[in-house]
C-alpha cells in the first residue's frame, strides 16, 4: 500500500512558529512532527510515500529528501496555492497509483498502527475515529457497526487518517476541493467504513498543543 502525508497547510493557528517553518517541521520531543509518521508508516511495511506541499515546501524536500536514509521512497507533489484536502489528494493520485492508498494529516500525533488500518473490500473509504477531543466536542460522524454515518450518535472526531480508493476522486476536476463533501455522499451510499482508536491522539493545532505533546513525549 503506498500512503501520503498531507503537509501543505498554512497552519495560521500556529503562527508566529509557522512564519518560517512548516508545521510538519515543527518538533515535538526532539523531532519533527512528520518524522513520526514516517517512522510509523515504515514499521508497518509501508516504504511508497508521497507528500504534499505549499507553505515553505522546499525545507520539506531539504529535510526528507527522497527518504532513502529512513528506508523509503518519498515522491512530492507540490502546490503553489494549497488546494485543500480533497484536491491536495486529487492531484497527487498520479504518483498514489490505482490501488487504495492510506492518508495521514501531517499535523495530528497518534500512536496507531497503520497496519491495523484496513479497508473492506467494495468501499470506497475507511476513516479511523477517536474520541472528540476539547476543541470538537461534536464530534464529526458517527460509527456504528464498522460502518461511519453522518450523522446520528453518539459522534466521534475524524482523526485526519484514512484510506480511500481512487475511485472516491471520480468525479473531482483539478483544483481545491474538500474532502468532507465526498465522504459524506459515500456514507449516505454506505461505502465507508471505520474504526474508533482508543489509543492516543493530539491535533497539533496550535502553539499550546505543541508544548503539551512536546512534555508528554519528554516525559516518556
Request: hydrophobic share 40%; proline share 8%; glycine share 12%.
Amino acid at each position: 500500500m503506498n500512503a501520503m502525508i498531507l503537509a501543505a497547510g498554512r497552519g495560521n493557528r500556529m503562527r508566529p512558529l509557522t512564519d518560517h517553518t512548516p508545521k510538519p517541521l515543527l518538533k515535538a520531543g526532539g523531532k519533527s512532527l512528520i518524522l513520526y509518521h514516517i517512522e510509523r508508516l515504515i514499521t508497518a511495511g509501508i516504504h511508497e510515500l508521497v507528500i504534499n506541499h505549499a507553505h515553505l515546501g522546499e525545507q520539506i524536500e531539504t529535510a526528507l529528501g527522497d527518504g532513502s536514509r529512513f528506508g523509503a521512497r518519498i515522491r512530492y507533489s507540490p502546490e503553489p496555492q494549497a488546494l485543500e484536502t480533497g484536491g491536495g489528494i486529487f492531484k497527487a493520485l498520479p504518483l498514489l497509483g490505482s490501488a487504495p492508498f492510506l492518508v495521514v494529516n501531517g499535523d495530528v500525533w497518534t500512536d496507531i498502527n497503520p497496519a491495523e488500518v484496513q479497508m473492506t473490500p467494495g468501499d470506497l473509504a475507511h476513516l479511523v475515529l477517536v474520541d472528540n477531543p476539547p476543541h470538537n466536542p461534536d464530534g464529526d460522524f458517527a460509527l456504528a457497526e464498522g460502518r461511519v454515518h453522518p450523522d446520528g450518535t453518539p459522534r466521534l472526531t475524524f482523526s485526519g487518517i484514512g484510506i480511500y480508493d481512487p475511485a472516491l476522486f471520480a468525479d473531482c476536476s483539478s483544483g481545491a476541493f474538500p474532502l468532507a463533501p465526498l465522504l459524506r455522499e459515500a456514507m449516505c451510499e454506505r461505502r465507508v467504513g471505520g474504526q474508533h482508536h482508543r489509543g492516543q491522539w493530539l491535533d497539533i493545532g496550535t502553539p499550546e498543543r505543541l508544548a503539551e505533546l512536546d512534555q508528554m513525549l519528554q516525559r516518556d
